[in-house]
T-cell receptor
Framework: DTAVSQTPKYLVTQMGNDKSIKCEQN?????MYWYKQDSKKFLKIMFS???????INETVPNRFSPKSPDKAHLNLHINSLELGDSAVYFC????????????FGPGTRLTVL | AQTVTQSQPEMSVQEAETVTLSCTYD???????LFWYKQPPSRQMILVIR??????QNATENRFSVNFQKAAKSFSLKISDSQLGDTAMYFC???????????FGKGTKLTVNP
């Protein structure tokens, strides 16, 4: 059983396009996250949602918009894609306010041409 | 702001030997948590070990153990009896107590040679 899943695993697109990445977790967690891993492998948090409420919003261009339809899903929509958006995007989940361990999805490699 | 430093960009070890990966962090807080994650070539981020700062005892998970030195703000990972499957990027991460934000180091690329 997949705990945290992401679709798609690979995404290749042209500059200026709009794309979405979907994330689902079946661990019963109430908090979900998006992280970005750049070409040098550095991981940085972008957003976090708890029960559909945004709780962490790092300095991210407003072309990135997370959406959480329910606590088991967190999607990431990116408008007007730029070359610099090329990265691996990881979804993660955990329990809220428990300094709980975060469990990661398999990642989505986004390539912007 | 908390920072995490991994001073070894790359390391290698022979199969069956022991290797230690270094991590230091900077915080003024007393309540925090530390983690080691492994990222093999498959790209999946896998939790290796977790340490609560309030616990004096070093965490262990099978062949993986940590040396947590709170005063020195050091959190090294020891891998015993290294296996080929241990080849991966290893990331040290910090979380302040009550926060949901993981702060990662830049990673150490470990290669286990046969």
């Amino acid at each position: 059983d997949t705990a945290v899943s992401q679709t798609p695993k690979y995404l290749v697109t042209q500059m200026g396009n709009d794309k979405s990445i979907k994330c689902e977790q079946n661990l019963g967690h109430d908090t979900m996250y998006w992280y970005k891993q750049d070409s040098k492998k550095f991981l940085k948090i972008m957003f976090s949602y708890n029960n559909k409420e945004l709780i962490i919003n790092e300095t991210v261009p407003n072309r990135f918009s997370p959406k959480s339809p329910d606590k088991a899903h967190l999607n990431l929509h990116i408008n007007s894609l730029e070359l610099g958006d090329s990265a691996v995007y990881f979804c993660a989940s955990s329990y809220f306010r428990a300094s709980d361990t975060q469990y990661f999805g398999p990642g989505t490699r986004l390539t912007v041409l | 702001a908390q920072t995490v430093t991994q001073s070894q960009p790359e390391m290698s070890v022979q199969e069956a030997e022991t290797v230690t990966l270094s991590c230091t962090y900077d915080t003024s807080e007393n309540n925090y948590y530390l983690f080691w994650y492994k990222q093999p070539p498959s790209r999946q981020m896998i939790l290796v070990i977790r340490q609560e700062a309030y616990k004096q005892q070093n965490a262990t998970e099978n062949r993986f153990s940590v040396n947590f030195q709170k005063a020195a703000k050091s959190f090294s990972l020891k891998i015993s009896d290294s296996q080929l499957g241990d080849t991966a990027m290893y990331f040290c991460a910090f979380m302040q107590g009550g926060s949901e934000k993981l702060v990662f180091g830049k990673g150490t690329k470990l290669t286990v040679n046969p």
